[in-house]
């Protein structure tokens, strides 16, 4: 089993900054592919970003609106995985997931479904 607990959320203004954690522990092997997803209120869970590890290959994937705004990374000595966020817009509020599993295909590392382990969340709010 792995453990996935997010810190880092809250409120921000909008053209703010925030960056979210994303702390594993257990069978941190088993957690090749590391994303971000959230969820506005009446609104489905809907993919942010992904790392990617493969060996010596790293693949980074983001959902459109976020590109150019959002950088994720992880770091394998801390276990930990990170969620930049710059320039938030307001329709960035949601409730943000941290989410892993083994590793994903490019054609599936966008659906939730695919991902084993679930953070419980954090809360972003972002003030216009």
């Known amino acids: 089993q792995v453990q996935l607990v997010e810190s880092g959320g809250g409120l921000v203004q909008a053209g703010g900054s925030l960056r979210l954690s994303c702390a594993a522990s257990g069978r941190t092997f088993d957690t090749a592919t590391m994303g971000w997803f959230r969820q506005a209120p009446g609104k489905e869970r809907e993919f942010v970003a992904a790392?990617?590890?493969?060996?010596?290959?790293?693949?980074?994937s983001y959902r459109d609106s976020v590109k150019g705004r959002f950088t994720i990374s992880r770091d394998h000595a801390k276990n930990t995985g990170y969620l930049q966020m710059n320039n938030l817009k307001p329709e960035d509020t949601a409730v943000y997931y941290c989410?892993?599993?083994?590793?994903?295909?490019?054609?599936?590392?966008?659906?939730?479904?695919?991902?084993?382990?679930w953070g419980q969340g954090t809360q972003v709010t972002v003030s216009s």
């Open positions: 790392v990617n590890w493969g060996g010596d290959r790293i693949s980074y």
């Open positions: 989410a892993a599993s083994p590793r994903l295909t490019a054609a599936t590392i966008g659906y939730p479904n695919m991902y084993d382990y």
